[in-house]
């Protein structure tokens, strides 16, 4: 594999961890993945739940949580690391300049087109910005708004398939239609960020994810034209992930058919593994009775069947009676728990293999 080059930052391995919330992706995850060479991020989204003892404000324990998750972070690797910030998050002000105060080396940024992501950043500053986008629409919209307002360029782009775990940026009927699979998406994306580089003379390096699971998986994306990959759901079920035992071990328990598309209450289709708190929800047996953080702008308490935030946090303890797990389409091919290095050796030692089994395919022909 290549090395990953976003500005001036260099990953050995060109992997990024997918940021995932709430609390699945903390320092620990993150620091591991980045002293193997890729590229480790922390999920901002629910950190004012997980840091609710500093205080009983949201916003400020989500600011005091996302200081403590970098410093940890930093404490443990010299590696890359960066920060996952939601668009439609309330607070995704208060995450973005936090990392940027605490300098995360870059902010991954989806769930709606962060169109104003570059206003916060400082003169000065050196965190790289990386919008999320699932078209090569949005991205040349992104790109033509990012330098027209702020005269600032992407340092990379993340494009996002429909097989992709958590929130999806698609319409439900988009989700198996071939003509947005992320293999079809790539290169059309790649084009349009190609040429506006090429027009503003410099490199926008694209970045894939959804569906990524094996290292044949990454040599297919990157012969595409993207020059690293994303991948959340494999790294779940390590010893590194932050989420308690009970959620790794429903990766390993799921199989194919308990993998499902849900709508979420933040009125985006989700990826998820069915379990009984799903199956109440479509009883109509849960309703929240008030909205106790403010966390997300899209959700309304008066329409949403559950709390978001708490199912997810409850989830992340490993309560998940009360709760449920996202997930990418192919959680049902986990099967054992592995250490990060060996997660990403394996992935290494697959890319090798396939490489070369290609190479020998095309020389015969």
Not at 46 to 51: A, C, D, R
Not at 97 to 113: H, N, P, V
Not at 280 to 292: D, E, I, N, Q, S
Request: with cysteine; proline share 4%; hydrophobic share 40%.
């Amino acid at each position: 594999m290549k090395k990953l080059q976003i500005g001036d930052l260099f990953a050995e391995t060109p992997i990024v961890q997918g940021g995932m919330g709430v609390g699945i992706s903390l320092s620990g995850l993150a620091s591991a993945v980045a002293e193997q060479g890729g590229i480790g991020v922390i999920s901002s989204a629910g950190l004012g739940v997980i840091y609710r003892s500093f205080s009983s404000d949201y916003r400020l324990a989500s600011i005091e949580g996302l200081r403590q998750e970098l410093r940890k972070a930093r404490e443990k690797t010299r590696g890359i690391i960066g920060v996952n910030v939601m668009v439609a998050m309330s607070n995704f002000a208060d995450m973005v300049k936090t990392a940027i105060a605490e300098k995360a080396d870059i902010i991954f940024s989806g769930a709606g087109l962060p169109l104003n992501l570059p206003s916060f950043l400082p003169e000065g500053a050196k965190t790289k910005l990386a919008p999320i986008v699932s078209s090569a629409r949005a991205a040349k919209l992104l790109c033509a708004k990012w330098f027209s307002e702020y005269r600032h360029i992407p340092d990379a782009i993340v494009v996002e398939g429909p097989k992709a775990g958590g929130h999806l940026g698609y319409k439900a009927e988009q989700i198996d239609d071939a003509d947005f699979a992320l293999e079809t998406v790539v290169p059309q994306v790649v084009e349009t960020v190609g040429d506006f580089a090429a027009a503003h003379d410099c490199h926008i390096p694209v970045i894939a994810g959804g569906g990524i699971y094996t290292g044949e998986d990454i040599y297919e994306i990157l012969s595409l034209g993207a020059e690293g990959v994303q991948m959340g759901t494999r790294f779940v079920t390590t010893e590194e992930c932050d989420a308690a035992p009970a959620f790794k071990q429903s990766y390993l328990d799921a199989r194919e058919t308990d993998i499902e598309i849900i709508e979420s209450p933040v009125g985006m289709p989700g990826r998820a593994i069915h379990g009984s708190f799903l199956e109440r929800v479509k009883a109509g047996l849960t309703r929240p009775k008030r909205c106790p953080f403010d966390c997300i702008r899209t959700c309304d308490v008066s329409h949403s069947p559950y709390c978001i935030m708490l199912a997810l946090y409850n989830a992340f303890k490993g309560r998940l009676q009360k709760g449920y797990a996202f997930c990418g389409a192919n959680a049902w091919r986990s099967d054992r728990i592995v250490s990060v290095k060996e997660l990403i050796d394996t992935l290494k030692r697959e890319y090798d293999e396939f490489s070369l089994k290609k190479l020998l395919s095309d020389r015969l022909e």
